[in-house]
């Protein structure tokens, strides 16, 4: 068999048409699969959409509707905290004043018991000098009239 131009022609054409057709089996077959996929995510999206816009809508609104009670909140948070604040400030005010007042009076107690014990000693003092003053007095006397006694009774020598 001989190949001349018209069969080889045709041979080649027979092939190019069997490749275009193979080609749009695949393109067919790629279509197919597309739209099967597309409507996969479609159901996704719509399972997505059902179940997660619900849960954003309903936290949307506990946030609007929790977003006063947060202010209020927020809002009497911070007057307490002034308040503490001021009245931590008075304390300390009035626990100096206080304290001021402990320091004057112990200063005070100090002096009238150094004062005190001052006079206890002075009188004490004034006490024992006026009586050992005269105590000792009469132990000199007393000595002294020992001591003549025992002269007077001791044995005479005698003069020789």
């Known amino acids: 068999m001989q190949w001349n ?14 490749a275009v057709f193979m080609q749009a089996c695949v ?7 597309l739209k099967r996929a597309a409507k996969s995510a479609i159901t996704v999206t719509e399972d997505f959409r059902v ?6 809508q309903s936290t949307r609104e506990l946030i609007e509707r929790a977003t006063p009670q947060f202010l209020t909140a927020t809002s009497n948070l911070l007057e307490l905290t002034d308040g503490i604040r001021n009245e931590t400030a008075e304390l300390r005010q009035n626990l100096g004043d206080i304290l001021d007042r402990v320091h004057r009076q112990t200063v005070r107690m100090d002096g009238m018991l150094a004062s005190g014990l001052d006079s206890v000693q002075h009188a004490a003092e004034a006490v024992e000098s006026a009586v050992l003053r005269p105590v000792r007095i009469v132990n000199r006397v007393v000595r002294t009239a020992s001591a003549m006694l025992d002269a007077y ?8």
Do not use: M, Q, Y
């Open 5 to 18: 131009n018209e069969t080889l022609l045709i041979a080649f054409v027979a092939f190019t048409g069997f």
């Open 27 to 33: 393109l067919l077959g790629i279509l197919i699969s």
């Open 153 to 160: 009774r001791s044995p005479r020598r005698s003069d020789k």
């Open 51 to 56: 179940t997660v816009v619900p849960l954003i």
